[in-house]
């Protein structure tokens, strides 16, 4: 099995910045692809951006290229998510996730239990 734990949500005021992370474990050699998705109160979750296994690759939603930068550490497990210039209409759960395959392909395989991020304007 594998297990995805998120971390570094917080509250921040508009325009800050905040650094999510994800560190996986148990059979982490199923994980390729890992990556973040959000979902904001009452509306559905949606894909922020993914990062190849070796990091050679990378994939952004439109909202958030230029502001958001993934990473990941494969010697901790680790896939991090540093935001900058944070807005209020980013307020959400945000979810770390992990797929067998590149590029991911919906349903991601693996799920963290989400860490809250809201942004005060």
């Known amino acids: 099995q594998v297990q995805l734990v998120d971390s570094g949500g917080g509250l921040v005021q508009a325009g800050g910045s905040l650094r999510l992370s994800c560190a996986a474990s148990?059979?982490?050699?199923?994980?390729?692809?890992m990556g973040w998705f959000r979902q904001a109160p009452g509306k559905e979750r949606v894909f922020v951006a993914a990062?190849?296994?070796?990091?050679?690759?990378?994939i952004y939603a439109d909202s958030v290229k230029g502001r958001f930068t993934i990473s990941r550490d494969n010697a901790k497990n680790t896939v991090y998510l540093q935001m900058n210039s944070l807005k209020p209409a980013e307020t959400a759960v945000y979810y770390c996730?992990?797929?067998?395959?590149?590029?991911?392909?919906?349903?991601?395989?693996?799920w963290g239990q989400g860490t809250q991020v809201t942004v005060s304007s």
């Open positions: 990062i190849s296994q070796t990091s050679s690759s990378t």
């Open positions: 996730a992990g797929d067998s395959s590149w590029p991911p392909s919906a349903p991601w395989d693996y």
């Open positions: 148990g059979r982490t050699y199923r994980i390729y692809t």
